[in-house]
């Protein structure tokens, strides 16, 4: 089935580094990719989504380009920040279904 | 957006006995999902809720451990039944924003304890 696997964390950061978190995905059809972001004692929200090869998505900072070919969605932020420590999930719907699976999740602390 | 409040937000079960979570969106909506979120893991989806039709459930879920009700397009409830400290997970709701597009907007979650 479709699948997504992503970067292990936990993953510790500088505030001001570079942030990237891997992810890649396996799946029949044309899927769509989102990053989920799960802030501490907060629910879950989308942070951005492609829906097409070479599509990229952005929003707060965070970019992630729909690779066709490598099959990756990487999400990435020039700048970090202490308010981006948060657990961040990559996910695929297929074009064929309409249930969303995520990967195992990485955990980012940025630390002042 | 959707606003979805579930309920209870945590609690602390014994072994053996049921719990059910309840799902309310401030909108009316096709299909409401059940996921499973376990200790350090990602979520896991449970079922999908359709209003007026049996839950869809996916492999190794099944309706007598987690039956679920949609009684109409705003609510649902999933119960935890015959717990064991193997369920202890944070359950939460979600609801697509419209079409099937995979933008799911989700509860915060009920955070159930089994000793």
């Known amino acids: 089935g479709d699948s997504v696997t992503q970067m292990e964390g936990p993953v510790t950061l500088s505030e001001e580094a570079f942030l990237t978190i891997n992810c890649t995905y396996t799946a029949t059809g044309y899927p769509s990719l989102f990053w989920y972001v799960q802030y501490p004692g907060e629910g879950l929200q989308l942070l951005l989504k492609a829906t097409k090869a070479d599509d990229k998505g952005s929003n707060k900072g965070f970019e992630a380009t729909y690779r066709k070919e490598t099959t990756s969605f990487h999400l990435e932020k020039g700048s970090v920040q202490v308010s981006d420590s948060a657990v961040y999930f990559c996910a695929l719907i297929s074009s064929n279904d309409y249930k969303l699976s995520f990967g195992a999740g990485t955990t980012v602390t940025v630390r002042a | 957006s959707a606003v979805i409040s579930q309920k209870p937000s945590r609690d602390i079960c014994q072994r053996g006995t049921s719990l059910t979570i309840q799902c309310q969106v401030d909108?009316?909506?096709?299909?409401m999902f059940w996921y499973r979120q376990q200790p350090g893991q990602s979520l896991t989806l449970i079922a999908t809720a359709n209003q007026g039709s049996e839950a869809t459930y996916e492999s190794g879920f099944v309706i007598d451990k987690f039956p679920i009700s949609r009684p109409n397009l705003t609510f649902s409830t999933l119960t935890v039944s015959n717990m064991s400290p193997e369920d202890s997970s944070i359950y939460l709701c979600s609801v697509d924003r419209g079409g099937n597009t995979g933008e799911l907007f989700f509860g915060e979650g009920s955070r159930l304890t089994v000793l």
């Open positions: 909108s009316q909506v096709t299909m």
